[in-house]
């Protein structure tokens, strides 16, 4: 089992930026793809983003595109969200998650979970 800690959340304006990270502990972090989801208030959890163990291959949902970027450091076992023009409808938790392929992530077969990280974006 993977433990995924995320970090990074918090409250920011409209049109600002934040950047989470996901520290992983296990050894053999480069053998897992990652990826983010998020869910807002009175919403299901969605899908946001993923990355595969070696950032070849990289996935986006429609909403983030061009604005969020996934990327991951295996010398360091985390994987970030680097969150641009952040949006109210961007508020939510975010959550950390690891499956055994980036296409995997995005349909939702995700092995482990983190806690979350609560995004907040004024207006």
């Known amino acids: 089992q993977v433990q995924l800690v995320e970090s990074g959340g918090g409250l920011v304006q409209a049109g600002g930026s934040l950047r989470l990270s996901c520290a992983a502990s296990v050894g053999t972090f480069d053998t897992y793809a990652m990826g983010w989801f998020r869910q807002a208030p009175g919403k299901e959890r969605e899908f946001v983003s993923a990355?595969?163990?070696?950032?070849?291959?990289?996935y986006y949902t429609d909403s983030v595109k061009g604005r969020f970027t996934i990327s991951r450091d295996n010398a360091k076992n985390t994987a970030y969200l680097q969150m641009n023009s952040l949006k109210p409808e961007d508020t939510a938790v975010y959550y950390c998650a690891s499956a055994r392929s980036a296409g995997e992530v995005r349909v939702g077969a995700v092995k482990d979970w983190g806690q979350g990280t609560q995004v907040t974006v004024s207006l």
């Open positions: 990355i595969s163990w070696s950032g070849g291959l990289i």
